[in-house]
């Protein structure tokens, strides 16, 4: 069983759906961080959590440290949301090693 | 300032030979990490270095090494290739726990 899971792995959906990303984690973090990789390479981040809640435009994270669960939102979705969204977990006293789930793949349809 | 920066963008290079990749961090980040990321995958956990010393590493054959200069670039070397190696390579530089990516070097072993 992987320390870090994703769900869904892929996700289809209508322009301006509400869209959920799941991530739970199986080890002790430090933080836990939402990253966005489009086609071609290149990873942004967009989260690093180590409690409760952060929004930035569109995008909502939620943490759970009790239940090891953190949660990824997408508000009003666009076709320029398309993209792989990863989450990965900063280890407790892993000098910011990360663990990654496996990404989700994000399609979103005008 | 640039951020996080890579280079070569994409290289393609033979079984057994060998490559350097090469990263610079972001300006005032003094640990960069390199992670692999096969194809469809999340990236998986090479080796950290912080103080020109490889501070941790991952599951990889000592074929992949290192080395963090005083200006805190770093490279990665990786010897008698192999197909398996081809993966996208990234690089994130970090300090305490706020961590940035690189594009990532594309390479495939043919």
């Known amino acids: 069983k992987n320390e870090v899971e994703q769900s869904p792995q892929n996700l289809t959906a209508q322009e301006g759906e509400f869209i959920t990303i799941n991530c739970s984690y199986s080890v002790g973090i430090s933080a836990l961080h939402w990253l966005q990789q489009h086609p071609g390479g290149g990873i942004v981040s967009l989260f690093m959590l180590s409690s409760g809640k952060k929004k930035h435009g569109r995008l909502i994270a939620t943490i759970n440290i009790q239940e090891k669960h953190s949660s990824l939102h997408i508000t009003a979705s666009h076709p320029r949301d398309s993209a792989v969204y990863i989450c990965?977990?900063?280890?407790?006293?892993?000098?910011?090693?990360?663990?990654f789930g496996a990404g989700t793949r994000l399609a979103v349809h005008p | 300032d640039a951020g996080v920066t890579q280079s070569p963008t994409h290289l393609i290079k033979t079984r057994g030979q060998q490559v350097t990749l090469r990263c610079s961090p972001k300006s005032g980040h003094d640990t960069v990490s390199w992670y692999q990321q096969a194809l469809g995958q999340g990236p998986q956990f090479i080796f950290q270095?912080?103080?020109?010393?490889?501070?941790q590493r991952g599951n990889f054959p000592d074929r992949f090494s290192g080395h963090q200069f005083p200006n805190y670039s770093s490279e990665l070397n990786v010897n008698a290739l192999l197909l398996g190696d081809s993966a996208l390579y990234l690089c994130?530089?970090?300090?305490?726990?706020?961590?940035?990516f690189g594009p990532g070097t594309r390479l495939t072993v043919t």
């Open positions: 270095y912080y103080e020109e010393e490889e501070r």
């Open positions: 994130a530089s970090s300090s305490h726990y706020e961590q940035y």
């Open positions: 990965a977990a900063s280890i407790s006293g892993g000098y910011n090693k990360l663990i």
